[in-house]
């Protein structure tokens, strides 16, 4: 029987690819602690969902030695499959073969499975494991890095876009997962520069390890590159899935809709906002409060902390929460918390993922190093992301609303949809302390005792501006509502703007202050 | 509010002069304060080694004068007099490999 016979050569060569760089290879991976790319995909997707593409590819080298070489699937496995049903491109690079290097035939699998993704409209997850181009290829491998970059960009706010770095990114292949949205490291494994430390060594005379330099802890605590740290590639996975939940699967889609929830009976909202303007409280636990099953998916939680963001769901949707942290910094904005908040607040407005946001900031951190870091370019992405977003937008103002940071918080000048405020709002130019003192400054000068008269004046001012009346008066602020009633008026609001209209000038695109 | 206890795991922290109980992460409380730059100074702008000195303590110099060839990311940098002037320091050797922002000359 001819096609026996047929079906038997072909498992035969299916064998021979999946075997990947061997079992000395693979001993290696194991004994860093890694999985091989196709038990990644494995571990990640749903159960036998994965279909793979592309593994007969043979790389096209010639020079160095190459011609006769034989690397399996050349170092990248491509397909598709689902997660909790939901569909997902996928390519995963295997570090067993030539080190998971890119030659022009593996960029040409990864071009391959992008460009289906982008058509189909589906998620797109990359699994980068590889020692960077492959050099007997030249040029090509450069090509190929060029070919990923360029796919990235145009598939950006089109299709969400996932990086996962399990093993060595560097020199420019970093720069594909820097255009992605959301990039997921792991403890120990992933390690990400643009100039590893042997360079830096020799060119600056600087010693340090790759870890100190572009481990998952730095990329996660300092230079914000990352968006997800875990420990082990397991909870990397269950990170990632729970973020496929979250998301749609294209900008033409809403986000899956799951089976409402009320907020656990723990969180108390009333309990949590001390009085005190000065008194610091954890402001993921007024998010807690109100969302579904008091479920909050934390985005970025390691870096600029004085702003948290992140996913939950209200009455069975996915919102995004941009929320000031008064327990770090007081809550402050600064050039890595705006950029923190710009980037995902452009992200939710591409996904159609209405934007809550709760305020409670003193303004923005004072400092040289800030204003020489260009904390006007950075806080100038909060402005422009706020105002560019045609998602339903609500702001929450839970206490301080001070000076530029009131403006900055999606403020109804900015166009919010709703603005609701707590009885303990504030809303001023800038804190009571400050604000006597300039108002007052000749009464508190010619008093006979200052001290007294500049508490007196402080008080004067709290009574007079420190409330939500004021803007209330003015219509810029819809609501003034108690603590209790905020998850009620926040799924009504949500559900009157179902079908918001925005009319805007056309434009081929505008210009963020990057 | 000076006066009062506060939580260990918060410090005090000031914007517009109202004082917060917050975390101030290492990042901010270490950070360097910031010191007005001495123009008789010239200083590494890149760690990087010391080629050539052609100037010593006590030489008068003309603006655009060499003072010094500087090696830095392999590039051969001239640094010149930014102005006339006697230097009163020469604070390394040729050869040397300094860090970047270390004195190198001083002006008088």
Known sequence: ?514 | MSTEEIKPEYQRFVVDESTYETIIPSKIANKKKWVRPNPKEIVSFLPGTILELNVKAGDAVKEGDKLLVFEAMKMHTTINAPFAGTIKLIAANAGDKVPKGQLLVEFE
């Open chain 1, 1 to 514: 029987m001819p096609l026996k016979k047929k079906i038997l050569e072909l498992k035969k060569r299916k064998e021979e690819v999946l075997q990947g760089g061997g079992p000395q290879a693979i001993a290696k991976q194991q004994a860093m602690g890694k999985m091989t790319a196709r038990e990644r995909i494995l571990a990640l997707l749903d159960e036998s969902s994965f279909h793979e593409y592309d593994l007969f590819v043979e790389h096209s080298a010639r020079e160095f030695g190459m011609d006769g070489k034989v690397l399996a699937g050349d170092g990248v496995v491509i397909g598709t499959g689902t997660i909790f049903g939901s569909p997902v491109a996928i390519f995963a690079q295997d570090f067993t073969v030539m080190g998971g290097s890119l030659g022009l035939m593996h960029a040409r699998k990864i071009t391959k499975i992008m460009d289906y993704a982008i058509k189909m409209r589906m998620p797109l997850i990359g699994i980068n494991d590889s020692g960077g181009a492959r050099i007997q290829e030249g040029v090509n491998s450069l090509a190929g890095y060029g070919e990923i970059f360029y796919r990235n960009t145009i598939a950006s706010g089109v299709i969400p876009q996932i990086s996962v770095i399990l093993g060595p990114c560097a020199g420019g292949a970093v720069y594909s997962p820097a255009l992605t949205d959301f990039v997921f490291v792991v403890d120990n494994i992933s390690k990400m520069f643009i100039t590893g430390p042997e360079v830096i060594k020799s060119v600056l005379g600087e010693e340090i390890t790759q870890e100190e330099l572009g481990g998952a802890r730095v990329h996660c605590e300092t230079t914000g590159n990352a968006h997800f740290f875990a420990k082990s590639e397991a909870e990397c996975f269950e990170q990632i899935k729970k973020l496929i939940t979250y998301i749609p699967w294209n900008n033409s889609k809403k986000a899956l809709r799951f089976e409402p929830k009320h907020p656990k009976a723990q969180y108390k909202i009333e309990d949590i906002v001390p009085d005190n303007p000065n008194k610091p409280y954890d402001v993921r636990d007024v998010i807690r409060a109100i969302v579904d099953d008091s479920d909050f998916f934390e985005v970025q939680e390691l870096w600029a902390q004085n702003i948290v963001i992140g996913f939950g769901r209200l009455n069975g949707d996915t919102i995004g929460f941009v929320a000031n942290q008064p327990k770090v910094l007081a809550g402050v904005l600064d050039c890595d918390s705006s950029d923190k908040a710009a980037r995902f607040i452009r992200f939710c407005d591409a996904f159609n993922i209405p934007i809550v946001t709760l305020e409670d900031l003193p303004g923005y951190l004072p400092g040289v190093d800030q204003e020489h870091q260009g904390v006007i370019r950075h806080g100038a992405k909060m402005l422009y992301a706020y105002s560019e977003a045609t998602v339903p937008r609500i702001t929450v103002i839970l206490r301080k609303a001070y000076g530029g940071g009131y403006i900055a918080m999606n403020s109804r000048h900015m166009q919010a949809d709703f603005v609701f405020a707590w009885p303990l709002a504030e809303i001023a130019v800038m804190g009571p302390e400050g604000a006597a003192n300039i108002i007052f400054r000749k009464e508190i000068m010619e008093a006979e005792n200052p001290d007294e008269m500049r508490k007196l004046k402080v008080e004067e001012y709290k009574e007079k501006f420190a409330n939500p009346y004021v803007a209330a008066a003015k219509g810029y602020i819809d609501s003034v509502i108690e603590p209790q009633e905020t998850r009620r008026f926040l799924i009504h609001a949500l559900e009157i703007s179902l079908e918001k209209v925005v009319e805007r000038p056309a434009r081929k695109h505008g210009i963020p202050p990057f």
